[in-house]
Nanobody
Framework: QVQLKESGGGLVQAGGSLRLSCAFS????????MGWFRQAPGKGREYVAT?????????RYADSVKGRFTISRDNAENTVALQMNSLKPEDTAVYYC??????????????????WGQGTQVTVSS
């Protein structure tokens, strides 16, 4: 059974940076596409970024984070990271790591990835 564990959240001032990490276990990491999502208080879950499992590790970002966030993966360490720069108060949310063998299930709004972490809180103060 795949397990995902996020770390690295915290409190940061606007304009600052945080790096989230997600540790993958329970299956072959390279079989899975990986993604980050977030959920702010009183709002629905929002797509943040995805990275493919191989073939150059293609990445995709939500418009709201493009140019500020960078997703990466380390297939030797079975981890995926989200580097968040120039943080804004509207980035405040619980951030979740997700995994699926089908990329479409991470990207399509009507789909839900098979595996999710418990989340890590990111709070950006103004």
């Amino acid at each position: 059974q795949v397990q995902l564990k996020e770390s690295g959240g915290g409190l940061v001032q606007a304009g600052g940076s945080l790096r989230l990490s997600c540790a993958f276990s329970g299956d072959t990491f390279t079989n899975y596409h990986m993604g980050w999502f977030r959920q702010a208080p009183g709002k629905g879950r929002e797509y943040v970024a995805t990275i493919s499992r191989r073939s150059g590790f293609s990445t995709r970002y939500a418009d709201s984070v493009k140019g500020r966030f960078t997703i990466s993966r380390d297939n030797a360490e079975n981890t995926v990271a989200l580097q968040m720069n120039s943080l804004k108060p509207e980035d405040t949310a619980v951030y979740y790591c997700a995994a699926d063998e089908t990329l479409h299930k991470l990207i399509a709004p009507e789909e839900t990835a098979d595996y999710w972490g418990q989340g890590t809180q990111v709070t950006v103060s103004s």
